[in-house]
Nanobody, 122 residues
Framework: QVQLAESGGGLVQAGGSLRLSCAASGSIFRANAMGWYRQAPGKQRELVATITSGDNTNYAESVKGRFTISGENAKNTVYLQMNSLKPEDTAVYYC????????????????WGQGTQVTVSS
């Protein structure tokens, strides 16, 4: 089993910054990819940013130029630096990880964190 521990959410004024962290622990051979999704009230969960073990990144158009995702492969940890925050960034942010559990199998499994609230006031 794999657990994802998120931290760093909170309340910030528009234009401010927050940094989210997510650490994966448990039966991990390699985190093939990790990332962040968010869900605002009444809306579907959407991708924010992802990063692969090879450091390939992908961002939602709405956060490009404002958010930066980074990772530490050795620690199975991913970070999301959020700058120039807007009220529309308010949501619960969920960490996601695609984990390969062993060296003898290429199967990967998808895991979610429990979410951390980010609130941006105007």
């Amino acid at each position: 089993q794999v657990q994802l521990a998120e931290s760093g959410g909170g309340l910030v004024q528009a234009g401010g910054s927050l940094r989210l962290s997510c650490a994966a622990s448990g039966s991990i051979f390699r985190a093939n990819a990790m990332g962040w999704y968010r869900q605002a009230p009444g809306k579907q969960r959407e991708l924010v940013a992802t990063i692969t073990s090879g450091d390939n990144t992908n961002y939602a158009e709405s956060v490009k130029g404002r958010f930066t995702i980074s990772g530490e492969n050795a620690k199975n940890t991913v970070y999301l630096q959020m700058n120039s925050l807007k009220p529309e960034d308010t949501a619960v942010y969920y960490c996601n990880a695609r984990i390969r559990g062993s060296s003898w199998s290429t199967n990967e499994y998808n895991y979610w964190g429990q979410g951390t609230q980010v609130t941006v006031s105007s």
